[in-house]
Protein backbone atom coordinates (compact mmCIF):
# COMPACT_ATOMS: atom_id res chain seq x y z
CA UNK A 1 0.00 0.00 0.00
CA UNK A 2 1.27 3.68 -1.02
CA UNK A 3 1.67 6.04 1.57
CA UNK A 4 -0.98 8.34 -0.11
CA UNK A 5 -3.74 5.36 0.40
CA UNK A 6 -2.15 4.55 3.82
CA UNK A 7 -3.05 8.00 4.34
CA UNK A 8 -6.09 7.82 3.46
CA UNK A 9 -7.24 5.34 5.34
CA UNK A 10 -5.73 6.24 8.31
CA UNK A 11 -7.63 9.37 8.42
CA UNK A 12 -11.61 7.58 7.16
CA UNK A 13 -13.06 8.00 10.09
CA UNK A 14 -12.48 11.61 10.79
CA UNK A 15 -13.37 12.30 7.16
CA UNK A 16 -16.61 10.54 7.02
CA UNK A 17 -17.13 12.86 10.59
CA UNK A 18 -16.84 15.83 8.27
CA UNK A 19 -19.02 14.73 5.39
CA UNK A 20 -21.91 14.31 8.04
CA UNK A 21 -21.86 17.46 9.57
CA UNK A 22 -25.57 18.90 8.96
CA UNK A 23 -24.86 22.14 7.08
CA UNK A 24 -22.66 20.27 4.61
CA UNK A 25 -25.15 17.17 3.67
CA UNK A 26 -27.93 20.38 3.26
CA UNK A 27 -25.49 22.42 0.80
CA UNK A 28 -25.38 19.41 -1.34
CA UNK A 29 -29.54 19.54 -1.02
CA UNK A 30 -29.24 23.18 -1.92
CA UNK A 31 -31.05 23.48 1.48
CA UNK A 32 -29.02 26.19 3.03
CA UNK A 33 -29.70 29.75 3.33
CA UNK A 34 -28.47 32.88 1.71
CA UNK A 35 -27.60 33.92 5.28
CA UNK A 36 -25.44 30.83 5.58
CA UNK A 37 -24.13 30.65 2.68
CA UNK A 38 -22.27 34.18 3.26
CA UNK A 39 -20.89 33.46 6.79
CA UNK A 40 -18.88 30.51 4.61
CA UNK A 41 -17.65 32.58 2.17
CA UNK A 42 -16.49 35.14 4.86
CA UNK A 43 -14.65 32.77 7.12
CA UNK A 44 -13.27 31.12 3.58
CA UNK A 45 -11.50 34.28 3.40
CA UNK A 46 -10.41 34.38 6.67
CA UNK A 47 -8.73 31.30 6.42
CA UNK A 48 -7.97 31.05 2.46
CA UNK A 49 -5.73 34.11 2.87
CA UNK A 50 -3.48 32.30 5.14
CA UNK A 51 -2.84 29.82 2.43
CA UNK A 52 0.06 31.26 0.51
CA UNK A 53 2.11 32.69 3.90
CA UNK A 54 1.41 28.68 5.18
CA UNK A 55 2.91 27.46 2.10
CA UNK A 56 5.74 30.16 2.25
CA UNK A 57 6.63 29.37 5.80
CA UNK A 58 6.68 25.77 5.14
CA UNK A 59 8.82 25.63 2.69
CA UNK A 60 11.39 27.88 4.42
CA UNK A 61 11.32 25.27 6.93
CA UNK A 62 11.95 22.32 5.23
CA UNK A 63 15.04 20.25 5.34
CA UNK A 64 17.86 20.09 2.37
CA UNK A 65 16.50 16.59 2.10
CA UNK A 66 13.65 17.67 0.61
CA UNK A 67 14.24 20.20 -1.48
CA UNK A 68 11.96 18.28 -4.03
CA UNK A 69 9.12 18.99 -2.04
CA UNK A 70 10.63 22.96 -1.31
CA UNK A 71 10.18 23.33 -5.51
CA UNK A 72 6.29 21.27 -5.10
CA UNK A 73 5.93 24.31 -2.70
CA UNK A 74 6.83 26.93 -5.15
CA UNK A 75 4.19 25.60 -7.88
CA UNK A 76 1.33 25.68 -5.24
CA UNK A 77 1.88 28.85 -4.48
CA UNK A 78 1.98 30.31 -7.77
CA UNK A 79 -1.61 28.07 -8.13
CA UNK A 80 -3.19 29.87 -5.20
CA UNK A 81 -2.39 33.43 -5.00
CA UNK A 82 -5.01 35.29 -4.93
CA UNK A 83 -7.97 33.19 -3.93
CA UNK A 84 -8.82 34.78 -1.49
CA UNK A 85 -9.82 38.01 -3.44
CA UNK A 86 -12.03 35.75 -5.84
CA UNK A 87 -14.10 34.94 -2.30
CA UNK A 88 -14.49 38.41 -1.95
CA UNK A 89 -15.91 38.66 -5.47
CA UNK A 90 -18.13 36.31 -4.73
CA UNK A 91 -19.55 37.94 -1.31
CA UNK A 92 -20.23 41.15 -3.29
CA UNK A 93 -21.85 39.85 -6.36
CA UNK A 94 -24.05 37.73 -3.73
CA UNK A 95 -25.29 40.81 -2.12
CA UNK A 96 -22.47 40.61 0.37
CA UNK A 97 -20.43 43.25 2.61
CA UNK A 98 -17.26 42.29 0.89
CA UNK A 99 -15.31 45.37 2.51
CA UNK A 100 -16.89 44.44 6.08
CA UNK A 101 -15.43 41.12 6.00
CA UNK A 102 -11.96 42.01 4.49
CA UNK A 103 -11.52 44.27 7.72
CA UNK A 104 -13.59 41.80 9.91
CA UNK A 105 -12.46 39.39 12.22
CA UNK A 106 -12.48 35.25 11.92
CA UNK A 107 -14.36 33.39 14.36
CA UNK A 108 -12.68 31.36 16.82
CA UNK A 109 -12.93 28.05 15.05
CA UNK A 110 -11.68 29.49 12.03
CA UNK A 111 -8.88 30.83 13.95
CA UNK A 112 -8.29 27.80 15.93
CA UNK A 113 -7.77 26.04 12.69
CA UNK A 114 -4.93 28.33 11.10
CA UNK A 115 -3.18 28.76 14.75
CA UNK A 116 -3.01 24.75 14.52
CA UNK A 117 -1.77 25.27 10.87
CA UNK A 118 0.95 27.29 11.80
CA UNK A 119 1.80 25.87 15.07
CA UNK A 120 2.70 22.70 12.52
CA UNK A 121 4.46 24.37 10.43
CA UNK A 122 6.42 26.64 13.14
CA UNK A 123 6.71 24.20 16.13
CA UNK A 124 6.30 20.60 15.08
CA UNK A 125 7.23 19.34 11.66
CA UNK A 126 6.51 21.67 8.68
CA UNK A 127 5.96 18.39 6.20
CA UNK A 128 2.83 17.85 9.00
CA UNK A 129 1.47 21.24 7.04
CA UNK A 130 0.44 18.46 3.86
CA UNK A 131 -2.13 16.94 6.47
CA UNK A 132 -4.32 20.61 6.31
CA UNK A 133 -3.71 20.03 1.93
CA UNK A 134 -5.35 17.03 1.84
CA UNK A 135 -8.72 17.93 4.30
CA UNK A 136 -9.05 21.56 2.31
CA UNK A 137 -8.15 20.09 -1.37
CA UNK A 138 -9.89 16.80 -0.60
CA UNK A 139 -13.33 18.22 0.64
CA UNK A 140 -13.45 20.83 -1.95
CA UNK A 141 -13.23 18.11 -4.59
CA UNK A 142 -15.56 16.25 -3.15
CA UNK A 143 -18.15 18.59 -2.28
CA UNK A 144 -17.52 22.20 -3.68
CA UNK A 145 -18.70 21.79 -7.38
CA UNK A 146 -21.80 19.45 -6.36
CA UNK A 147 -22.33 21.86 -3.28
CA UNK A 148 -22.01 25.35 -5.40
CA UNK A 149 -24.76 23.76 -8.38
CA UNK A 150 -27.08 23.13 -5.62
CA UNK A 151 -27.21 26.32 -3.71
CA UNK A 152 -26.94 28.38 -6.96
CA UNK A 153 -30.04 26.57 -7.85
CA UNK A 154 -31.91 27.03 -4.32
CA UNK A 155 -30.74 30.37 -3.86
CA UNK A 156 -31.56 32.02 -7.81
CA UNK A 157 -27.92 33.29 -7.71
CA UNK A 158 -25.86 34.20 -10.71
CA UNK A 159 -22.70 32.14 -11.34
CA UNK A 160 -20.79 35.26 -10.29
CA UNK A 161 -21.29 34.29 -7.14
CA UNK A 162 -19.86 30.94 -7.03
CA UNK A 163 -16.63 31.99 -8.79
CA UNK A 164 -14.24 30.49 -5.38
CA UNK A 165 -16.59 27.20 -4.80
CA UNK A 166 -16.51 26.25 -8.71
CA UNK A 167 -13.00 27.24 -9.53
CA UNK A 168 -11.26 26.19 -6.52
CA UNK A 169 -13.34 22.61 -6.72
CA UNK A 170 -11.65 22.35 -10.63
CA UNK A 171 -8.47 23.23 -9.70
CA UNK A 172 -8.17 20.89 -6.77
CA UNK A 173 -9.29 18.51 -9.32
CA UNK A 174 -5.98 18.71 -11.16
CA UNK A 175 -3.93 18.86 -7.79
CA UNK A 176 -5.23 15.59 -6.43
CA UNK A 177 -2.58 13.46 -8.78
CA UNK A 178 0.15 15.89 -8.20
CA UNK A 179 -0.19 15.77 -4.10
CA UNK A 180 -0.75 11.83 -4.14
CA UNK A 181 2.46 11.46 -6.32
CA UNK A 182 4.21 14.18 -3.68
CA UNK A 183 2.93 12.02 -0.78
CA UNK A 184 4.13 8.29 -2.05
CA UNK A 185 7.57 10.24 -2.08
CA UNK A 186 7.86 10.88 1.06
CA UNK A 187 9.89 7.84 3.23
CA UNK A 188 10.94 8.97 6.43
CA UNK A 189 8.46 7.56 8.73
CA UNK A 190 8.26 11.22 10.98
CA UNK A 191 7.29 12.81 7.73
CA UNK A 192 4.50 10.56 7.03
CA UNK A 193 3.48 10.42 10.72
CA UNK A 194 3.53 14.37 10.93
CA UNK A 195 1.40 14.46 8.61
CA UNK A 196 -1.28 12.07 9.23
CA UNK A 197 -1.47 13.45 12.79
CA UNK A 198 -2.33 16.89 11.01
CA UNK A 199 -4.70 15.55 8.62
CA UNK A 200 -7.18 13.51 11.74
CA UNK A 201 -6.67 17.12 13.44
CA UNK A 202 -7.64 19.34 10.41
CA UNK A 203 -10.90 17.27 9.70
CA UNK A 204 -12.01 17.86 12.99
CA UNK A 205 -10.90 22.18 13.17
CA UNK A 206 -12.80 22.35 9.54
CA UNK A 207 -15.31 20.77 10.47
CA UNK A 208 -15.72 22.98 13.31
CA UNK A 209 -15.86 25.99 10.94
CA UNK A 210 -18.78 24.87 9.45
CA UNK A 211 -20.57 23.33 12.94
CA UNK A 212 -20.49 26.98 14.15
CA UNK A 213 -21.93 28.71 10.86
CA UNK A 214 -25.37 29.86 11.30
CA UNK A 215 -27.85 27.51 9.94
CA UNK A 216 -31.46 26.90 9.87
CA UNK A 217 -32.15 24.20 7.01
CA UNK A 218 -34.57 25.69 4.17
CA UNK A 219 -37.36 23.17 4.39
CA UNK A 220 -37.92 23.33 0.49
CA UNK A 221 -34.71 22.44 -1.74
CA UNK A 222 -34.84 23.01 -5.75
Not at 75 to 99: F, P, Q, S, T, V
Not at 122 to 148: H, K, Y
Amino acid sequence: MSFFQQLVSATENERNELLAIPLINDALRGAVSHDSYLAFLAEAYYHVKHTVPLLMACGARLPERLEWLREAIAHYIDEEKGHHEWILNDIRHAGGDDNAVRHGAMSHATDVMVAYAYDTVMRRNPVGFFGMVLVLEGTSVALALNAAAAIKQSLGLSDKCFSYLTSHGELDKSHVGFYEELMDRLDDPDDRAAVIHCARAMYRLYGDIFRALPHAPRQEAA
